[in-house]
């Protein structure tokens, strides 16, 4: 158990829905970032927040967006559902965020199926 | 961009040692990560390099060539339970940003 707590576990909607992923990092914890995994793109980073700010940007698409909040929880917000968002989302923490190459603990993911 | 080549596949003997390489290509490059994943589980860190040179941790070993752009991850003494896929991931940029290679799915057999 990593300590990061990711809900839902599964998620099935349908194409055009919006939906919201969310996780708890570790405690203490101040970064967390969320990254896609498909079997076509394998792992892919999306965005990272660090103490409330946005702090990197990877491959995200304009239908989704994130946010952490004063607890340090995060939300992933994925709108307009396509089939091809058919995904693992994980999200991940690390301890202060500044130092390069913090180890990433992984939460269990959230198998997302849209139809 | 970045781009990070592994072999999709390999395959070894419990109690053997395996060794599977890393090339990468990027600009801004801090260090190299390797993660660990089990069918259906979430990725776990096993290493990082950010200097030259060779990092041990138990039965895994991590290497970093900086010049040759090149890494390694080295396995020892396999054991049934080291089937999973492995990943290597380049950090790069001011944040602890991971690109993640596509991933070598290591099979131990009997």
């Known amino acids: 158990d990593s300590g990061v707590t990711q809900t839902p576990k599964h998620l099935i909607t349908a194409t055009g829905q919006r939906v919201t992923l969310r996780c708890s990092p570790r405690?203490?914890?101040?970064?967390v970032y969320w990254y896609q995994q498909s079997l076509d793109q394998g792992l892919q980073f999306l965005i990272q927040y660090y103490n409330g700010e946005e702090r990197a940007k990877g491959n995200i698409l304009e239908r989704f967006s994130a946010q952490q909040f004063p607890d340090l929880h995060s939300e992933l917000n994925l709108s307009s559902l396509e089939l091809g968002d058919s995904a693992l989302y994980f999200c991940?923490?690390?301890?202060?965020?500044?130092?390069?190459?913090?180890?990433?603990?992984f939460g269990p993911g959230t198998r997302l199926t849209v139809l | 961009g970045q781009s990070l080549e592994q072999p999709s596949e390999v395959t070894a003997v419990e109690g053997a040692i395996v060794q599977i390489n890393c090339t990468y290509q990027t600009s801004g490059f801090y260090g190299l990560s390797w993660y660990q994943q089990h069918d259906g589980g979430a990725p776990t860190f096993l290493s990082y390099?950010?200097?030259?040179g060779l990092e041990e941790t138990g039965r895994f070993s991590s290497f970093l060539s900086r010049s040759d752009s090149y890494g390694y991850l080295l396995l020892q003494e396999l054991q049934m339970k080291d089937s999973a896929s492995y990943f290597c991931?380049?950090?790069?940029?001011?944040?602890?940003?991971?690109?993640f290679g596509t991933g070598t799915r290591l099979q131990v057999t009997l």
């Open positions: 405690s203490g914890d101040l970064s």
């Open positions: 390099n950010a200097l030259d």
């Open positions: 991931a380049v950090i790069t940029g001011t944040a602890s940003k991971l690109t």
């Open positions: 991940a923490s690390s301890g202060q965020g500044r130092e390069i190459g913090n180890e990433q603990f």
